[in-house]
């Protein structure tokens, strides 16, 4: 217990807190069960040292733990959490908690038994608690924790700190919002930087490796964190990374599930399944015909990668500008809980109500002709007009 003490205190106190995401203060902290989720690099360990350091300080009544300690092959994750409670615990942060077998039950037996003691855990987006355990899902209340968005991108890199703008204002109100704006800095100046290496945190330690560690990033997750899922088989880990490969030099991609299985040699059923496992683990971003039903075993209609950033770090000499567009648009509404789903007409239905076309500058109208509350989300435009919104401005969503 020391050690483990000492470990958490050191992580603590070099944590800095200058920067902290905004999920931060969105959390309800007085819930006795958190769960926090998220992909790999999005900066949940970080989250979780800084509520420590900012509440808590290196008092003992909190601490924090990660199931990838060696601790933790030879000791239960129940028996660890009485005997911090027995020495006057109050609230235990419990890191990379997939990593750790049985994860689900243990954190329900404390729970129910332990009543004055309170859990915060994180875990990979790949996790279904509902799945792992229904009684613990039903216990914890569960956050996502996303790459950033182009509003927190110029914050971290110290452009401008701007609050975020829903997306009704956006569209009500778009022509105010830029002129006020661009008063201040000018959005298309940072904007091509944000879709190179802006999306994870990580980029503010060396913008010279981030497409390398994004790489390797992209490797654990499909080497590492897949493994976590039942059922799932190891020896495909290299045949789903050629997998990614191939969607990011096509992307967005209509997929050809037969093509697919050919090129991957894994068979068309476990190709769907692969797919879904690929988006819970944030990887990639599925379309599915507006009207459809969802489901696991079905065939996406279109495929992009989950941010901009992947492209850059999978496949640089791939990097096409309307994919690039495409893929930063439904990544920042889907990040911030819109429906999407693939229109008749346009490129992305929202909301089941609202039709966009997205495009550069000078695309054409007519595209959306006749369409109700339809609009295009423009690239290369500081400030729109009508229904022309600067594409940058729907970073400013979350």
């Given at each position: ?315 640089p000499n791939n990097t ?7 893929a930063f648009f439904m ?68």
């Amino acid at each position: 217990m020391e050690n483990i003490q000492i470990k958490s205190n050191l992580v603590v106190q070099q944590q800095s807190t200058d920067i902290v995401r905004p999920l931060i203060k969105k959390i309800d902290w007085n819930d006795r069960l958190i769960g926090i989720l998220g992909a790999r690099g999005t900066g949940k360990t970080t989250l979780m040292l800084q509520r420590i350091k900012l509440e808590y300080g290196l008092s003992s009544n909190a601490l924090y733990i990660t199931m990838d300690d060696i601790y933790f092959t030879v000791h239960s994750l129940i028996d660890f959490a009485v005997e911090f409670r027995q020495n006057g615990g109050k609230i235990l942060f419990i890191d990379e908690v997939h990593k750790y077998p049985d994860w689900a039950k243990e954190i329900k037996n404390i729970y129910d038994f332990y009543k004055d003691l309170k859990i915060v855990f994180t875990g990979s987006s790949i996790i279904d608690i509902s799945r792992q355990n229904a009684d613990l899902s039903r216990r914890a209340v569960q956050y996502e924790l996303t790459g950033l968005s182009y509003r927190e991108f110029l914050n971290f890199r110290g452009v401008i700190n701007l609050g975020a703008i829903s997306l009704a204002d956006i569209l009500n109100n778009h022509v105010e919002i830029a002129n006020s704006i661009i008063g201040n800095f000018k959005p298309l100046q940072y904007f091509n930087d944000y879709l190179k290496h802006g999306y994870y945190p990580f980029f503010i330690e060396n913008i010279n490796t981030y497409h390398l560690r994004l790489e390797k990033v992209v490797r654990l997750i499909i080497e590492e964190d897949l493994q976590f899922i039942a059922g799932f088989n190891p020896h495909h880990s290299r045949k789903i990374y050629q997998l990614m490969y191939i969607l990011s030099t096509n992307v967005p991609f209509k997929p050809n599930i037969t093509n697919l299985s050919e090129k991957t040699g894994i068979n068309r059923n476990m190709i769907i399944e692969y797919l879904h496992y690929l988006d819970n683990a944030r990887l990639i971003n599925s379309l599915t015909a507006a009207g459809k039903s969802i489901s696991t075993l079905q065939k996406p209609d279109k495929i992009f990668l989950e941010n901009t950033n992947l492209l850059f770090a999978i496949s640089p000499n791939n990097t096409d500008k309307g994919a690039l567009r495409e893929a930063f648009f439904m990544n920042q509404l889907k990040n911030v809980g819109h429906s999407i789903n693939l229109p008749l007409r346009g490129d992305f239905f929202v909301d089941d109500q609202l039709t966009f076309e997205i495009g550069g500058k000078g695309k054409s109208k007519k595209q959306l002709n006749g369409i109700e509350n339809s609009f295009f989300a423009m690239d290369d435009m500081e400030a729109g007009i009508d229904n022309k919104i600067p594409l940058w401005m729907f970073g400013l969503l979350y």
